[in-house]
């Protein structure tokens, strides 16, 4: 019995350090090839493409050179002001949802009613009741009448018939 025991043992060693040797050859070899300090073609295209070094490369950031600028999917024109707030992301010159809500081209402050992009502005309509200052017998007060009712805005006002 010794000896078949001895036997086995004799050819266990001599192929387990055979066997090791060979996975050790395996696993450093994967070793060397996944984990390269090399970089490859994709990795120095990808350095080069992404000059400020901001995970977007030149062809989706829109300043390059800007790590903190913004991506074209998150603003098209690329005025730094993000699509979400930006009234017209295709025009650089566009006003924002902050300075003018309604996207109407007119600036809040000078809005008569900035959630409506087909109200009056403040220079056309000072009081801002949708009657325009030209046709308007008293625009600092927004119950006045029209001209049309009373074309000399002296209180006299037409009836049906246009006589006074």
Request: charged share 25%.
């Given at each position: 019995?010794?000896?078949?025991?001895?036997?086995?043992?004799?050819f266990f060693a001599?192929?387990?350090?055979?066997?090791?040797?060979e996975?050790?050859?395996?696993?450093?070899?994967?070793?060397?090839?996944?984990?390269s300090?090399?970089?490859t073609?994709?990795a120095e295209?990808?350095?080069?493409?992404?000059s400020?070094n901001?995970?977007y490369d030149?062809?989706?950031?829109?300043?390059?050179?800007d790590?903190?600028?913004?991506?074209?999917?998150?603003d098209?024109d690329?005025?730094?002001?993000?699509?979400?707030?930006d009234?017209?992301?295709?025009?650089?010159n566009?006003?924002?949802?902050?300075?003018?809500?309604?996207?109407?081209?007119?600036?809040?402050?000078?809005?008569?009613?900035?959630?409506?992009?087909n109200?009056?502005?403040?220079s056309?309509?000072?009081?801002?009741?949708?009657?325009l200052?030209?046709?308007?017998?008293?625009?600092?007060d927004?119950?006045?009448?029209?001209k049309?009712?009373?074309?000399?805005?002296?209180?006299?006002?037409?009836?049906?018939?246009?006589?006074?």
């Open positions: 019995m010794r000896h078949s025991c001895f036997t086995f043992l004799i001599s192929v387990l350090p055979t066997a090791c040797s996975k050790q050859t395996e696993e450093t070899v994967l070793t060397t090839d996944t984990n300090e090399e970089p073609d994709t295209a990808d350095t080069e493409t992404d400020d901001d995970g030149t062809s989706i950031d829109c300043d390059d050179t790590p903190n600028s913004t991506i074209v999917s998150n098209a690329c005025d730094g002001v993000l699509t979400i707030e009234c017209n992301d295709q025009d650089p566009s006003t924002t949802t902050a300075t003018d809500f309604d996207c109407d081209g007119v600036l809040t402050m000078d809005d008569c009613d900035d959630t409506d992009p109200s009056t502005i403040v056309n309509d000072g009081d801002c009741d949708g009657v200052t030209i046709e308007d017998c008293n625009d600092q927004p119950n006045s009448i029209t049309f009712v009373d074309p000399e805005c002296d209180a006299f006002f037409l009836d049906l018939n246009g006589i006074f």
